[in-house]
């Protein structure tokens, strides 16, 4: 079974700055992707980013983007210029290629951005 | 992008009765669709998982004929909580998942349920 581990349970940054949130994950599979998932406090679950882990190139989507490290099992996000409208709860996620396409999610990080 | 709703959006009950949550895919067909459940300040967690057309996977732990799923069609997925308790409480979201796009899940917006 995959787990995920997001060992950051609350962050906060000042507006316009950079940060990082952390992941990590266990898994046996080769074929899988990964994304992070933002959850302000409306709570509709809203796509951030994604990865194909068959890509080496680190995806990047305007001021987010991920740093991949598949050896390692690492995927963290980094946000940068952050915005007021950025705090929200952050989930990142696995899925298999071929598990149902289930998405197993970490425990979240809590962001802050404070102005 | 895909747009996903649930019906209600919050729902309160009375402990013992019956409350079902709608789930729809609006603008795709979707085979699959995914039912979870969200505690305060916490993760989701996989209830189960429905194909259109045939019985749905539970997750261990989640008692099927409590939380009864139903995925008549390819836009339309139904959990119905059955003689529900104040511990039934909780957010309930559904996914559905785009069967051209089969590694990507599009979420609804939730459903709160209280139950007194």
């Known amino acids: 079974a995959q787990t995920v581990t997001q060992s950051q349970p609350e962050m906060s940054v000042q507006e316009a700055e950079t940060v990082t949130l952390s992941c990590t994950y266990d898994?046996?599979?080769?074929?899988?992707?990964l994304f992070w998932y933002k959850q302000p406090p409306s709570r509709q679950m809203i796509l951030v980013i994604r990865q194909e882990a068959y890509k080496q190139q680190n995806a990047t989507e305007n001021r987010f983007s991920v740093n991949f490290q598949k050896a390692a099992k690492s995927f963290s996000l980094k946000i940068s210029d952050s915005q007021l409208g950025d705090t929200a709860m952050y989930f990142c996620a696995f899925m298999s290629d071929n598990a149902g396409n289930m998405l197993t999610f970490g425990g979240g990080t809590r962001l802050m951005v404070k102005p | 992008g895909a747009v996903v709703s649930q019906h209600p959006s919050w729902v309160i009950c009375k402990s013992g009765t019956s409350v079902k949550i709608e789930c729809r895919s609006l603008d795709f067909q979707a085979t699959t669709m995914f039912w979870y459940r969200q505690f305060p300040k916490q993760s989701l967690m996989l209830m189960a998982t429905?194909?259109?057309?045939?019985?749905?996977?539970?997750e261990q732990g989640v008692e099927k004929d409590k939380f009864l799923i139903n995925h008549a069609s390819l836009t339309l997925s139904t959990l119905t909580v059955t003689s529900a308790h104040p511990e039934d409480s909780s957010f309930y979201i559904c996914?559905?998942?785009?069967?051209?796009?089969?590694?990507?899940?599009?979420f609804g917006p939730g459903t709160r349920l209280t139950v007194l």
């Open positions: 429905s194909n259109e057309g045939s019985k749905a996977t539970y």
């Open positions: 996914s559905a998942r785009d069967r051209d796009t089969y590694n990507e899940q599009f």
């Open positions: 898994t046996s599979e080769s074929n899988y992707y």
